[in-house]
């Protein structure tokens, strides 16, 4: 599975923020589709991640209620809705797809199997 992020970019603190990742290269529907993120001298941090269907979703505590992932199979692309954008949202971020949901809800980065480049998000304050 090949994944590119797009939709990065400064902003504001309290503006908002929708990344995107097109995805090719397999059936996006066998896999599970979640963000992370990096913050410059930090680690990777798990952001959300969508069931297959797109019927479940998980989030971090940190941005559950500002963020919402979606996802549409028929143009193979995820999306990160990102809304009250904070200083602390300062990232990058990666979009990933895996065929194991727990992989997300345990925060097993190292386990995820796919990785596109990430894009960067930067909000001032």
């Known amino acids: 599975v090949q994944l590119q992020a797009s939709g990065g970019g400064l902003v504001q603190a309290g503006a908002s923020l929708r990344l995107s990742c097109a995805a090719s290269?397999?059936?996006?529907?066998?896999?599970?589709m979640g963000w992370f993120r990096q913050a410059p001298g930090k680690e990777r941090e798990f952001v959300a991640v969508i069931g297959q269907r797109g019927g479940n979703t998980y989030y971090a505590n940190s941005v559950n209620g500002r963020f919402t992932i979606s996802r549409d199979n028929a143009k193979n692309t995820v999306y990160l809705q990102m809304n009250s954008l904070k200083p602390e949202d300062t990232a990058v971020y990666y979009c990933?797809?895996?065929?194991?949901?727990?992989?997300?809800?345990?925060?097993?980065?190292?386990?995820?199997?796919?990785w596109g480049k990430g894009t960067q998000v930067t909000v001032s304050s």
């Open positions: 990933t797809a895996d065929p194991s949901y727990r992989d997300y809800t345990t925060f097993n980065s190292n386990a995820i199997d796919y």
């Open positions: 290269g397999r059936t996006l529907t066998n896999y599970h």
